[in-house]
């Protein structure tokens, strides 16, 4: 491989596209200048091209930079991987740590798909790295043609708005950013080819044993065949979700502002109770957040985590605010993740029963199971 390009040496298509990863970091990110980030690497095409990119940018930025690579031990080239993820940060001159997580023991020790206990794994590394190096954020490799399959896998999994927006761009409780979201994977994929750089290759992403496979490979290119713009209006709709987040977020908070919900404890639980003057002045809508905000926040305090994945079942939270409505009293409603609401006087108690590892749902009385929240 021969030195980076600066940006002045890159070509007009591979300059206006780190151009407006920078005005990404600067506008939807709302990144200071001079942040410490650690890069999740792989070696694929996606994460190289992030290295590479914020390499670029970095003088501009004032970026420090620091990179992780995983080898999950799924795959017989994965260690070879993991060292040419290592030689490539160090021509970059990124310092990169290398770890090696037992994913097979993990997934059989928790009851978990490979798919899952990876990602956990991934991202409890990441964080371990993060926090090793003092640095504000790690940093994504996912693009546009990600985030459509995110929409994609939530819609498939039940999502419900706003949420069906896909991935977050800047995740502050998890410390993550994604800044190439808008950005197409054939772009990245060429400007590595200009630069001469090369990548690795990921066996397991032709693999259609993983449902995010099966949409990337067989509907998606069905999709793109309708609708050749597809990825431009998932972008679209992402910013819709996010201007709609935030426009929730604002109400929520002035809400709770004048009648704050009660962090308690119930038989020994964390319980938070959401009182009747509080619902009362809610619109439905708002409330189905409020509810969805209140289980987030008693799963991340079990986890650490935002509880994305164990996200309460719309159905459920319909029917919660229905019984509100209505004026049913003594009802109680079990949400995915070990978390029971409790209906009582117009008022709403939602308290954790069980820790999320368990994974263990009984439907409510009445209920059967269905997707996830709006």
């Known amino acids: 491989m021969n030195s980076l390009p600066d940006l002045r040496s890159l070509s007009p298509v591979s300059a206006r596209m780190c151009l407006a990863v920078?005005?990404?970091?600067?506008?939807?990110?709302?990144?200071?200048?001079?942040?410490?980030?650690?890069?999740?690497?792989?070696?694929?095409?996606?994460?190289?091209?992030?290295?590479?990119?914020?390499?670029i940018l970095s003088p501009r930025l004032e970026l420090e930079l620091f990179a992780l690579t995983l080898d999950h031990g799924l795959r017989p080239e994965a260690e070879a991987d993991a060292r040419w993820t290592q030689a490539f940060c160090a021509?970059?001159?990124?310092?990169?740590?290398?770890?090696?997580?037992?994913?097979?023991?993990?997934?059989?020790?928790?009851?978990w798909g490979l798919e899952e206990a990876g990602r956990h794994t991934r991202y409890a590394l990441l964080e371990e790295e993060r926090r090793a190096q003092k640095a504000n954020f790690v940093v994504l490799g996912h693009h546009a043609g990600d985030l459509s399959e995110d929409v994609l896998l939530r819609l498939a999994r039940g999502t419900g708005w706003p949420a069906l927006g896909g991935m977050a761009a800047r995740d502050d409780a998890r410390r993550l950013l994604r800044p190439l979201l808008f950005t197409k994977p054939q772009d990245l994929r060429?400007?590595?080819?200009?630069?001469?750089?090369?990548?690795?290759?990921?066996?397991?992403?032709?693999?259609?044993?993983f449902m995010r496979n099966r949409l990337r490979h067989t509907v998606l290119p069905l999709l793109?065949?309708?609708?050749?713009?597809?990825?431009?209006?998932?972008?679209?709709?992402?910013?819709?979700?996010?201007?709609?987040?935030?426009?929730?977020?604002t109400l929520l908070a002035e809400?709770?502002?004048?009648?704050p919900w009660h962090e308690e404890s119930q038989d020994g639980l964390p319980a938070l109770l959401l009182p009747r003057e509080l619902l009362a002045g809610l619109h439905p809508a708002a409330r189905l957040r409020l509810y969805l905000k209140a289980v987030r926040l008693l799963v991340r305090q079990n986890t650490g985590q935002t509880?994305?994945?164990?996200?309460?079942?719309?159905?459920?939270?319909l029917e919660l605010d229905a019984a509100l409505r209505e004026g049913r009293g003594n009802t109680r409603f079990q949400l995915p993740g070990g978390i029971e609401a409790r209906l009582k006087s117009?008022?709403?108690?939602?308290?954790?029963?069980?820790?999320?590892?368990?994974?263990?749902?009984?439907?409510?009385?009445?209920?059967?199971?269905?997707?996830q929240t709006p």
């Open 22 to 55: 920078e005005r990404f970091c600067l506008h939807r990110l709302a990144l200071p200048h001079g942040m410490r980030l650690v890069l999740a690497l792989s070696g694929g095409a996606d994460s190289t091209a992030l290295a590479c990119i914020l390499h």
């Open 91 to 111: 021509w970059l001159g990124i310092p990169c740590a290398r770890r090696r997580v037992d994913v097979t023991g993990l997934a059989a020790a928790k009851g």
């Open 190 to 209: 060429d400007l590595l080819t200009e630069c001469g750089v090369s990548w690795r290759e990921d066996a397991s992403n032709a693999s259609l044993n």
């Open 224 to 249: 793109r065949r309708e609708n050749p713009a597809l990825d431009r209006g998932m972008a679209a709709l992402w910013q819709l979700a996010q201007c709609d987040a935030d426009y929730w977020e």
């Open 255 to 259: 809400a709770l502002a004048a009648h």
């Open 307 to 317: 509880g994305e994945r164990s996200q309460a079942r719309a159905h459920t939270l």
């Open 346 to 371: 117009g008022a709403v108690r939602f308290v954790r029963t069980m820790g999320l590892e368990k994974r263990t749902v009984t439907a409510a009385r009445g209920q059967t199971s269905g997707g």
